[in-house]
């Protein structure tokens, strides 16, 4: 495996790497989910592509500096985990060779952006699509696969390849869960004790909530299902449409049923689909 620490030191690795050329975007501290994401890679590579992994916490996505500074970096074993999926090129680059420091160029996307995570967390999203955008440029990837465990950010990311006409075809895994139902996420590190075992009541509020009939009804018994919980205080919980993210009335088309849940400073992320018909699946 050969790691480039620069976008220069990439570029020059990438110039004799075999096609197709597929990239796992990353901000490291990897779990299963991350796994399945380096395996989905090489089955679109192929044996003989290249699966370029990128390890890199971006400082402009995150809008709590707490946050940005309690993000797990442990670089030696996510570095040994991309060796042990045979990755062939591992990018981890640092802040200072990513950004100049008086940058003024931001990829903004308007409308998917806007509810949700985008809410609460202002300046997530442009961050997100403006490193995203750099990564795909200095990989030149034909094929960049993401986690469906971030919903918004993925038709955030496929509205920036439509709309930008980025020769980038995204593909997505499904989330990775914990026996427990918890959503994998590097954030899980964090939770104390008895957090962690509170924290699965997010994904059973969900399901229990994605049976009922009304979008009020739903709304209801998921949020009080959640804040049943003496750890957990609700960030947003929202019911959208499932392909213009806006929040819905009346259950006639495919939807997310979405939640952001605080424990402590710790936000942890989960979503289900629901039909019309009204089951459940995600
Ligand atoms: O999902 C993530 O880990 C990050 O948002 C991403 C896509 C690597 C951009 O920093």
Redesign the pocket.
């Known amino acids: 495996m050969k790691i480039a620490d620069t976008g220069c030191a990439l570029r020059e690795i990438l110039k004799t790497a075999p096609r197709p050329c597929v990239l796992v975007?990353?901000?490291g501290a990897f779990h299963p989910g991350h796994i399945s994401l380096m395996l989905r890679a090489r089955e679109i590579a192929g044996p003989l592509g290249t699966v370029i992994v990128?390890i890199?916490?971006?400082p402009i996505?995150f809008d709590r500096a707490a946050d940005l500074a309690a993000y797990p970096r442990p670089m030696e074993s996510d570095l040994a985990a991309c060796e042990a999926q045979g990755v062939d090129i591992a990018f981890a680059p640092d802040a200072s060779s990513m950004y100049f420091p008086d940058r003024s160029i931001t990829v903004t996307e308007n409308l998917l952006s806007r509810g949700l995570c985008g809410a609460t967390r202002h300046g997530h999203f442009d961050?997100?699509c403006t490193?995203?955008l750099k990564?795909f440029l200095l990989s030149g990837c034909e094929v960049a696969v993401?986690?469906e465990k971030?919903f918004q950010?993925l038709a955030i990311?496929r509205r920036m390849v439509r709309d930008l006409d980025l020769p980038v075809e995204i593909d997505s895994c499904p989330t990775v869960r914990e026996p427990d139902g918890l959503a994998m996420s590097s954030r899980n590190t964090r939770l104390s004790p008895e957090q962690r075992a509170d924290a699965p009541r997010i994904r059973q509020a969900l399901l229990a909530a994605a049976t009922l009939a009304s979008v009020e009804e739903i709304l209801i018994s998921a949020r009080a299902a959640i804040e049943f919980s003496p750890f957990a205080r609700v960030d947003y919980l929202s019911l959208v449409d499932a392909e213009s993210l806006q929040a819905i009335s009346c259950m006639e088309r495919p939807a997310i049923l979405a939640t952001a849940v605080f424990y402590g400073d710790v936000r942890l992320i989960d979503h289900v689909a629901l039909s019309p018909l009204g089951s459940a699946s995600a």
Do not use: A, E, H, K
């Open positions: 975007p990353t901000m990128s890199f916490v971006n996505q961050g997100v490193v995203v990564l993401f986690g971030d950010q990311i």
